[in-house]
């Protein structure tokens, strides 16, 4: 089942990170919120370079939740000047 809580709860963390921020620094709080998690089936956080068909240079760190239902919640982040990152969706 999916927790609403949890969905809420992912959203307001994500919402702090709507501006520039330094990509290792991201990667680690969102492992970090990631072990908190209850009632989720699995979850990933990893640097992804093939999203971008006219930009296949460009990376992206993308954050996703899948719960127990088979349903899913992800987050996308863009990869600038390698350090840091800035949120898609």
Request: proline share 1%; glycine share 2%; hydrophobic share 40%.
């Amino acid at each position: 089942m999916q927790d609403v809580n949890s969905i809420a709860e992912m959203d307001h963390f994500f919402s702090k990170y709507d501006s520039l921020v330094e990509l290792s620094l991201l990667e680690e709080k969102v492992k970090a919120f990631f072990k908190t998690l209850k009632n989720v089936k699995s979850t990933t956080c990893q640097i992804e370079s093939d999203l971008d068909i006219e930009n296949p240079d460009t990376q992206y760190l993308v954050c996703a939740v899948v719960f127990y239902n088979g349903s899913s919640k992800d987050w996308c982040f863009k990869v600038v000047n390698k350090n840091y990152a800035e949120r898609v969706f």
